[in-house]
């Protein structure tokens, strides 16, 4: 187990999670026609920008879920994938900050549906 310490450790992050999602029959059927080429390298970058203080980040996370038929079910699943897979490769307080930022960006959209 390491610290989230650089781009590498965020693309596994990512990548590791997006193939949790994409086996998840609860939220599968949202990414079955996503052009993961294009969405990966975009999630990638955000996580960099809060993890990796990487500068640009600009894109508003809750504007691009809104037109989504999410219910809070859907959200508990992201958010309890997203905790394991931070759990199963990291550790330490930058482990901490992704869960807090992903409860956040889960409440925050789910506020707004």
């Known amino acids: 187990m390491r610290e989230i310490e650089n781009e590498a450790d965020v693309h596994e992050l990512v990548q590791t999670f997006y193939q ?23 999630m990638e970058f955000f996580w960099r920008f809060v993890l990796l203080d990487e ?27 997203f905790n394991e897979t931070l759990d199963e490769l990291f550790i330490g307080e930058k482990v901490n900050i992704a869960k807090q930022r992903a409860a956040v960006i889960g409440w925050t959209i789910q506020s707004k549906m």
């Open 20 to 42: 949790k999602v994409l086996k998840e029959e609860l939220l599968a059927p949202f990414f079955k026609n996503l052009n993961f080429a294009e969405h990966l390298p975009k």
């Open 55 to 81: 500068s640009g980040y600009t894109t508003s996370v809750t504007d691009k879920h809104m037109h989504m038929r999410l219910n809070p079910e859907h959200f508990q699943r992201w958010i309890f994938l």
